[in-house]
């Protein structure tokens, strides 16, 4: 991500002009300042990406600029120029924020490595904001199955990985495209580079462009800074196109000329900024039927579709099913410190015989909810799959209210003892039923907000008791409470 904005901060005029005229031939836009009051003026004003900044200045000291900019939302990086080649004074400045240190007299080529650093340095904060804003699944994991199906998917990762290509995933929802799509990544020899995601279809329409290509300061209502867009947070890395067929046809048309031509414009913004990124595409519809259809252009699609790779379904791979389940089963054991013994055999076979049409997501989410569900070290019974089927005709499935349920704590009314099947022990605890009124499973939150509430209820509203049975923290507890008095609200 290139550098474009500089503040020259020198009290001395042939300084500020050596350094300004290597700025300018690289075509920067460089501003000057004479000291401290000038530099703060000019940054209070405008977006700068770099300052460098001698030690010494009449009204104090450059390193000040550090402490200065880091009010600011996204703070210009600081590069300490030192005619005093000591160490301590670049160590000091270092220690406050600076990211580099350039001894006078400077060389162009010296300016240049300079301006590599500044760029590499900016777009590794940039890409490491844009990580911390948004929720990161746990999508880094291995892909599971010894299937044909699996074995040749797997083939084919290897051998595209190597390859720059432009990738098109396809394939029902919840297969694992996306685990496919970072597989690719982590194979390829820009793994070590940033690994861009956009859900296509989670972006508000009229921000896409900008999500995608950036924007100028000031170029629509909102646009209070300039912000890069996920190409540019892509540049010598891969971005993932997740669900390209919600493009709209503008984005579309943009989008084709940045795979044609890798370049870009920001929005508002009239300079051409390169991108050396790979694309990874996702898609759960049929695009060849989008194109028929006139959703989707023929040109883009033929651009996605350098390499085609079809997900297969769970239904297709039914032989991996029970390697899946078992994994799945260890690993919310661990997250939920449910420990249980592992699937009864009738819970196998109605894993096999399930259509699975939410595919790997619904095996897990399935999974989870029935280790949670299983009373500690019980095998896990085919109505706590909650799959047709399998199914308890009616009503109460009880769970059991903790691992060390401590039943004399627990106030008599909210005590309902029920058998649990299997070869599980017999539990004592608040209840909460699986099914809502209309004999619909329930999802996990509600679940969870029902085993709370009645666990709370249970003790007569002392939160403390509650957390600590629960073996959660009050602050959990507290703001699970918050969130649903908010939705209740609404
Ligand atoms: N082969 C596999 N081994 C282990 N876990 C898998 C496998 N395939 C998918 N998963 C898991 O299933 C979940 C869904 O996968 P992913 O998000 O990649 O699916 P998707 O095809 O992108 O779905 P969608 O179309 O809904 O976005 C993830 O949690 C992923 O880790
Ligand atoms: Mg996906």
Redesign the pocket.
């Known amino acids: 991500m290139a550098i474009e904005k500089i503040i020259v901060l020198d009290d001395q005029p042939v300084i500020r002009k050596h350094l300004t005229e290597i700025f300018q031939r690289k075509n920067l836009l460089v501003a000057q300042a004479d000291g401290l009051a000038k530099a703060k003026e000019l940054v209070d004003k405008d977006d700068f990406d770099l300052i460098c900044a001698d030690v010494r200045l009449p009204d104090g000291d450059g390193s000040d600029m550090l402490e200065y900019c880091q009010l600011k939302s996204t703070p210009p990086l600081v590069a300490i120029m030192t005619a005093y080649a000591s160490v301590e004074s670049a160590v000091e400045c270092m220690k406050k924020g600076a990211f580099d240190y350039i001894i006078k007299p400077f060389s162009d080529d010296q300016v240049d490595v300079l301006l590599k650093k500044a760029a590499d340095f900016h777009q590794l904060v940039k890409v490491n904001q844009h990580l911390n804003q948004g929720s990161h ?3 880094d ?5 010894n299937s044909p199906p ?1 074995q040749k998917l797997n083939d084919l990762i290897r051998k595209v990985a190597r390859t720059q290509a432009t990738v098109l995933i396809q ?11 970072r597989s690719i990544f982590r194979n390829s020899t820009r793994s070590r580079q940033p690994f861009i995601t956009v859900n296509c279809a989670a972006i508000p329409e009229n921000l896409v462009e900008s999500e995608f290509f950036g924007h100028e300061k000031g170029s629509f209502t909102g646009a209070v800074s300039r912000r890069e867009g996920r190409f540019e947070l892509a540049h010598n890395g891969t971005i993932l196109l ?2 390209i067929s919600e493009i709209s046809p503008v984005v579309q048309s943009k989008l084709l000329r940045v795979l044609q031509e890798r370049e870009l414009e920001r929005v508002g913004g009239s300079r051409t900024i390169k991108v050396d990124t790979r694309v990874i595409a ?1 898609t ?1 519809r049929d695009l060849e039927q989008s194109v028929e259809k006139k959703e989707f252009r023929q040109d883009l699609f033929f651009r996605l579709n350098v390499v085609p790779i079809y ?1 297969p379904t769970l239904r297709e791979r039914k032989s ?1 099913i029970a390697l ?1 389940a078992e ?2 089963m260890q690993r919310y054991a661990k997250k939920h410190g449910c420990p249980v013994c592992g699937f009864a055999k009738s819970s196998l076979e109605a894993l096999g015989k399930h259509s699975w049409p939410g ?3 619904e095996l ?1 989410n399935v999974v989870e909810r029935a280790v949670i569900l299983t009373p500690e070290g019980g095998y896990i019974e085919p109505e706590l799959l909650g799959l047709p089927h399998s199914q308890v005709p009616l009503g109460q499935i009880h769970i059991p209210l903790t691992r060390k349920s401590q039943a004399s704590e627990v106030s008599p009314s909210a005590v309902v003892e029920m058998p649990i099947r299997g070869d599980s022990p017999m539990v004592s605890s608040p209840t909460a039923s699986t099914l809502d009124k209309n004999d619909q499973i329930l999802p996990l939150d509600e679940l969870e907000k029902q085993h709370i509430l009645s666990t709370l209820q249970a003790f007569e509203q002392n939160r403390t008791r509650t957390a600590k049975h629960l073996g959660i923290s009050i602050r959990t507890l507290r703001n699970k409470l918050n969130e649903y008095q908010k939705s209740a609200e609404c």
């Open positions: 699944s746990d999508t994991q291995e892909i599971l199955g699996i394939g029902e929802s919840g297969t694992g495209k996306e685990l496919v799509a997740d669900e996702t759960n997900v991996d899946l994994t799945f595919n790997i997501r897990q």
